[in-house]
C-alpha cells in the first residue's frame, strides 16, 4: 500500500498501516524537499492505478482535490484496533480511524474522513466526505456534519444537530444550534464569527 502525505499525519497513518499488517511500499508526497518519513522513503513517484492508497493529509480540501485528482486508485480504510466500531456503522473508503475512537450504532461515515483519537460518534450520525472529527470531539446522536467540516478537538455536538458543508467548529465549542455552510463557529454556546 501507499500513502499519500508525508507529514504529521502521515506518521499516525503509517502506524495504524503497520498495526494491521499492511506493509509500505513508500509515502508520496509533491514537496521534492521531503525524503523520509519514519523509516520510510518519500517519493514524488506515483503507483500504478488501483494501487491500494490512503491519503495521509490532514487538509480536508487538499484530500479532496488529491482524491479527484487521482480517483483510480484503491483507497483503502485504516482502523486502529483500539477503536470501538459497531457492526452496524458504514464507513467510507480512504476514511481513518484512530486509537480510542468510538463509532455507535447505524451511524455512515463518508469517504476520506479523519475520525481522530478519543472521538466520539453516537448512534444515526451522518458524516459527509472529507470531514474530519478531532481529538476529543464528541457527537450525540443524530447529528449531521457536511462535507469538509473539521470539528475541533473537545467540541462537544448535542443530538439533532445539522452542521453544514465546510465549517470550522472551533475547540472546546458547544454547539446547541444548527450550523450552516461555510461558517466557523466558537465558544459556549457556539456562536458565528465568520
Known sequence: ????????????????????????????????????????????NLPENHAEMLISIGNNQNRKKIAERYPNFNYIKLIHSESNISKRAKIGEGTVVMAGAVINSETQIGRHCIINSNAVIEHECKIGDYVHISPGAALAGNVSVGEGSQIGIGASVIQGIKIGKWCVVGAGAVIIRDVPDGVTVVGNPGRIIG
Open 1 to 44: 500500500m501507499y500513502l499519500f502525505g508525508a507529514s504529521g499525519h502521515g506518521k499516525v497513518a503509517a502506524e495504524i498501516a503497520e498495526e494491521n499488517g499492511l506493509k509500505i511500499e513508500a509515502i508520496i508526497d509533491e514537496d521534492p524537499s521531503k525524503t523520509q518519513l519514519l523509516e520510510y522513503k518519500v517519493t514524488q
